[in-house]
């Protein structure tokens, strides 16, 4: 058997939830209209604590026909299974009136380009992604025949989240000492 790519007692323990330990998929995403009222509406639904909703800023957001100047912004659940919730972004992919309702599931990866490339070779074209100020590639979302979207991560980001969602959910700050 080999070793699980996670240390269940780091600071990636937060994606573990119910898709195991091993998985890569480590949430689902969905667009609303207004950020603020469905992070105060599902929080009331889930009863789980939302991170303070944060504009994801120094990405150049790509698309196939170009640079696009729109700034996103996000909050996710901080207990797995985790849910993102997007505020609106007219005619963008992250538009709520965008016929892929159930959005996206988020996936980790060491490599985003790459897989990207690997993804479009299986028909699943990148739609959209963001470059970081290096040119490496932070993300990119892939059109699928299903419904939704596969959201490529970069595995780099894993280290941001913990302390993100401690901030919004204090039990879950590691024990000082």
């Known amino acids: 058997m080999s070793a699980s790519p996670i240390d269940p007692s780091g600071p990636s323990q937060v994606f573990a939830g119910t898709f ?4 890569r998929v480590y949430h689902v995403g969905f667009v ?32 196939p026909e170009g ?3 729109e700034v996103l912004r996000l909050a996710y659940t901080t207990r797995p299974a985790n ?22 599931l988020g996936v980790w990866s060491d490599d985003v380009q790459a897989e990207a490339a690997r993804l479009t070779a299986l028909g699943m074209p990148a739609l959209w ?9 932070m993300f990119s979302y892939h059109l699928t ?19 993100w969602f401690a901030a919004a959910d204090p039990s879950l700050a590691p024990p000082e000492g």
């Open 83 to 104: 849910v993102e919730l997007i505020g609106t972004v007219s005619g963008t992919l992250w538009d709520f009136d965008d016929a892929h309702r159930g959005h996206h």
């Open 20 to 23: 195991g330990l091993g998985s």
């Open 67 to 69: 640079p696009r100047d």
């Open 32 to 63: 609303v209209p207004d950020l603020e009222e469905g992070i105060a509406t599902m929080t009331e639904v889930l009863g789980v604590p939302f991170t303070e909703p944060i504009d994801l800023a120094g990405l150049q957001l790509m698309t």
């Open 129 to 137: 992604w963001g470059v970081g100020t290096e040119g490496r590639w």
């Open 145 to 163: 025949p299903y419904g939704m979207y596969i959201e490529l991560v970069d595995t780099i980001a894993r280290a941001f989240y913990p302390q």
